[in-house]
């Protein structure tokens, strides 16, 4: 089942990461569409539920890698 889910970041200081950290999410295996907002600071993601724990983890290694500082809230 597809799922939709939107998650707080903390500490996200970049537009320009805020769309490379989008991206990186996209790519993850069982995402169907990710959407990270640098004015709201809030990050959607559109995915496979069974898979979503999963998904989170690997979202998080990819922004950290972009912005270390950048958490997402789940």
Known sequence: MIMKKVFKVQD???????A???E???KIDG???????FI???????ADDDKFD???KKAAKACKKI???CRIVF
């Not at 996200?12 to 805020?18: G, Y």
């Not at 995402?31 to 907002?37: G, H, P, T």
């Not at 709201?40 to 559109?46: A, F």
């Open 31 to 37: 995402v169907e569409d990710a959407n990270m907002s």
């Open 67 to 69: 912005e270390p500082d």
């Open 40 to 46: 709201m600071q809030k990050l959607t993601i559109v």
């Open 54 to 56: 999963d998904i989170m």
């Open 12 to 18: 996200l200081d970049c537009a320009n990461c805020a």
């Open 24 to 26: 990186a999410i996209k």
């Open 20 to 22: 490379k950290m989008e």
